[in-house]
């Protein structure tokens, strides 16, 4: 055997540790991803739950009134995400404790008002509307800042790093959701539902503090408003356009067509519920991974959101394959009434999911860039096809065209998504040559 000359020792000695630290560094971020996938698992199947339960108890159009007051609480829970959370973990992820603490106590308590405000409002909307409406957002108002605050510290713990305490945060809220559930099945009304999902959310965001030992601070909003002003009114817009674009089909959807379709696009999501949590599992640790992946080794960012988001719409596909052949007993038995509604919607829902999924990581990309801009006129888009294949498939062919509507839309938004992610890679790319030439 020729021995090794000098040049190759020290070439071997410097590749050992580079690729020890690559597979440590592979090894770290596989274990932050199976925390999210371990913490969205907790709270999908506390929301799959939630869904079933609620279905089976009360019947299709009880369960669309439920449903409405579900997606409001999406909207809100987008606004404060937009304002508080997404610049936390944009801006604040894997750096110093210090750093990081005060960081959270600004954005927690940015929830927290963001909660107690949009709280106030929906009490107020509730109180007005009455009917079989009116009071199920009237509950929903009361219970806003404790849901909030509970998802605050989901995103400030993976901006640390800490999937772990997200999880058990989750699994807190999980378990004070059966008794809650068992109460509010005695009094049998939609607004007692409300309640007990809400007041669980509430323990688990006063457990949040107890975790982190951070105090949220209403105080300091204002500033952390003004401070991320750059990256939080954009990510409000892009957010609210999202959540606010799901609200607008449901309601037009409930008009349209009738309160019990929301109630069976509800449910058909519901059979999706495993999937979702892995998508959105994902989601609260794909924004730090990606802007990770862009500190130590920007070239591969691309190829990195390229995997996510083929992995997520794959996923989604085999998911909703299987679903084809649930027998009707057993769907039966998980939806109850609505099940046979809910059913003919399933091939559309998963192409929609398989579309969102494989945005999902174009969006990641752009999020870890910082480039605002881009993902906001890709969510405006993406939103305006959403509301308009969802409402103009309803006026065509009631549910089963609103799904195929938004099924389209949503393969259409997630093209434009990784349209704009190449240009943004691209002029990243343009920015920096001229840097490096003159060094």
């Not at 107890?210 to 952390?224: H, K, N, Y």
Request: proline share 3%.
């Amino acid at each position: 055997m020729t021995p090794m000359t000098t040049e190759e020792e020290k070439a071997t000695a410097s590749a050992a540790p580079a690729g020890h630290a690559r597979r440590t560094a592979k090894r770290a971020m596989a274990g932050r991803l199976s925390w999210g996938l371990a913490d969205q698992a907790a709270s999908s199947m506390s929301n799959f739950a939630v869904g079933i339960y609620v279905a089976r108890s009360l019947g299709v159009t009880a369960f669309g009134v439920f449903s409405l007051a579900w997606v409001t609480y999406g909207v809100v829970l987008n606004v404060s995400r937009g304002l508080a959370t997404d610049p936390l973990v944009v801006r604040f992820s894997g750096v110093s404790d210090t750093s990081w603490r005060g960081a959270v106590s600004r954005a927690s308590g940015t929830a927290l008002g963001v909660g107690t405000a949009l709280g106030a409002a929906c009490l107020l909307v509730g109180l007005g509307l009455g009917g079989s409406v009116g009071p199920a957002f009237a509950c929903l108002g009361v219970m806003l800042p404790g849901l909030l605050l509970q998802d605050a510290w989901r995103f400030s713990f993976f901006a640390a790093g800490s999937g772990r305490k997200a999880f058990v945060n989750d699994l807190v809220w999980g378990i004070a959701l059966v008794p809650a559930m068992v109460v509010a099945a005695q009094v049998g009304s939609v607004p007692a539902f409300v309640l007990a999902w809400g007041a669980s959310a509430a323990v688990a965001a006063a457990y949040g503090c107890l975790q982190s030992g951070v105090r949220p601070r209403m105080t300091e909003a204002r500033g952390w408003l003004r401070e991320q002003r750059d990256l939080g009114y954009r990510y409000l817009v892009e957010n609210v356009s999202l959540s606010g674009a799901s609200q607008l089909r449901a309601y037009g959807l409930g008009a349209i067509v009738g309160v019990g379709a929301v109630g069976a696009v509800r449910g058909a999501e519901l059979l999706m519920g495993p999937f979702l949590a892995v998508l959105m599992g994902l989601s609260l640790v794909t924004v730090p991974e990606a802007a990770r992946v862009l500190r130590q080794a920007p070239q591969r960012l691309g190829k990195f959101c390229l995997l996510l988001g083929g992995g997520q719409a794959t996923a989604a596909l085999l998911w909703g394959g299987s679903l084809l052949l649930l027998p009707d007993r057993l769907g039966e038995l998980v939806l109850g009434d609505v099940w046979p509604s809910a059913s003919q919607l399933i091939v559309a829902i998963t192409l929609g999911v398989a579309g969102a999924g494989l945005g999902t990581g174009a969006a990641a990309g752009l999020r870890a860039l910082g480039a605002a801009r881009r993902s906001l006129r890709c969510q405006l888009f993406a939103s305006a096809c959403y509301v308009g294949g969802g409402l103009g498939g309803a006026v065509v062919a009631g549910t089963v065209g609103s799904a195929w509507g938004v099924a389209a839309a949503t393969l259409s938004g997630s093209a434009v998504w990784w349209l704009q992610l190449r240009s943004a890679l691209r002029e990243r790319h343009h920015n920096l040559v001229p840097e490096v030439r003159t060094a």
